[in-house]
């Protein structure tokens, strides 16, 4: 095992030990709070551009499963056909592993998808860091094989060139939606358009299991003259404001057809950015297993799986529109819904993959709109 700095934005750094592949990298350092689920999170395309910290203590210790996929051509266990996280960083890495499905070691599979891996970092400490001063940028830094030097400072270049790279800056969406229409499910009756940010596998599976065909199109695909029921807005990575495209294609579909549209996370950014509203980013995001939400008029709270570093400024959303649901721990906004139109969406992620799957319901909801 190499060892390796942390170089945070602000000078900060920690040492570790690799146990993935041993490529200097950059991206924007975030924290999960989630026990399990690491294979799904990495796949997940919303971590695009982002290094991730894992602040449960032991990972690694069920290995990864195989890479399947399924015949309608969902991966089986995964949320996408890669890693998309740009690295991972953890406390204690269990070279050990053991699990029913496990095909190989956490370790192999960093390595073979040329993702790094640290261990040995205080991520409690790491995370402190970000709790109190927010997300920010980061950069791997791997002691060279020969003399045992490293580059301790945030401003080198990295091997990928990506150091200096403000990760508010990029279009995440434009890199990791679809280039070209996927479809699933085709000839099962109800026709759901799906604008791609980023979307995980399960969202679409939730879709499909539930006998609509799906068609995945682009995030700045004009899909207003498709013949579909309904509009579902997927997740995605980055910064809101980046998706211009999205939110105009979304606008005019919204003054064409009271056509039932469902968003999930990004999707509900996107679709409060077309009611009028604006975003903000959270100081350190919510990524995590257990985020209480409540919803409003009600008494009813739901545990539910995050992944938003942005959120709604649900105050700035137009006369037509009111607040779904709301975050338990910091009062932000959880979802949207339209007086009179069948339109609303969640911040959280009710297919949960991993994750409680309290709030599954969303989907229900959705398609009895159709």
């Not at 950059?26 to 026990?35: D, I």
């Not at 993959?353 to 959705?366: I, L, N, Q, Y």
Request: proline share 4%; net charge negative; glycine share 10%.
């Amino acid at each position: 095992m190499r060892d390796v700095t942390l170089v945070l934005q602000d000078g900060t750094t920690f040492r570790g030990r690799s146990f993935g592949y041993e490529g200097n990298v950059a991206g924007e350092v975030v924290f999960n709070t989630a026990m399990m689920g690491y294979p799904e999170a990495l796949t997940d395309p919303s971590y695009a551009g982002q290094i991730m910290v894992l602040t449960y203590p032991l990972v690694g210790n069920y290995g990864v499963p195989r890479f399947t996929f399924e015949d309608n051509g969902l991966p089986t266990f995964m949320e996408s056909d890669r890693i998309y996280a740009t690295a991972l960083i953890v406390a204690d890495y269990s070279e050990q592993y053991s699990h029913w499905n496990a095909h190989e070691s956490l370790s192999d599979w960093l390595k073979r998808e040329k993702v790094p891996g640290v261990t040995g970092i205080d991520t409690r400490a790491l995370t402190k860091v970000l709790r109190e001063r927010g997300v920010m940028m980061g950069r791997l830094a791997f002691d060279c094989p020969v003399c045992g030097d490293t580059i301790a400072t945030y401003e080198a270049d990295s091997a990928d060139g990506t150091s200096e790279e403000d990760y508010g800056a990029i279009n995440w969406v434009e890199r990791v939606s679809c280039k070209d229409i996927v479809r699933y499910n085709e000839g099962a009756g109800r026709k759901v358009v799906l604008v791609d940010c980023g979307v995980k596998a399960n969202i679409i599976r939730c879709l499909v299991n539930r006998g609509v065909e799906v068609s995945r199109v682009p995030w700045n695909y004009d899909y207003t003259a498709m013949d579909f029921d309904g509009l579902f807005l997927a997740n995605g990575p980055g910064d809101p404001d980046r998706c211009v495209d999205a939110v105009e294609i979304l606008k005019k579909q919204m003054s064409l057809s009271r056509k039932p549209i469902c968003g999930i996370c990004m999707g509900n950014q996107l679709l409060a950015k077309a009611g009028g509203a604006q975003i903000y980013k959270l100081k350190y995001g919510h990524r995590s297993h257990n985020q209480p939400v409540r919803e409003v008029g009600t008494s009813r709270c739901y545990i539910t799986s995050q992944n938003h570093g942005y959120a709604v400024d649900a105050a700035t959303l137009g006369k037509d529109w009111r607040e779904l649901f709301v975050n338990m721990n910091d009062g932000s906004n959880e979802g949207i819904v339209h007086f009179s139109n069948p339109w609303f969406s969640s911040q959280f992620h009710p297919e949960a993959c991993a994750g409680p799957v309290d709030t599954e319901f969303m989907f229900d909801r959705f398609v009895k709109t159709l």
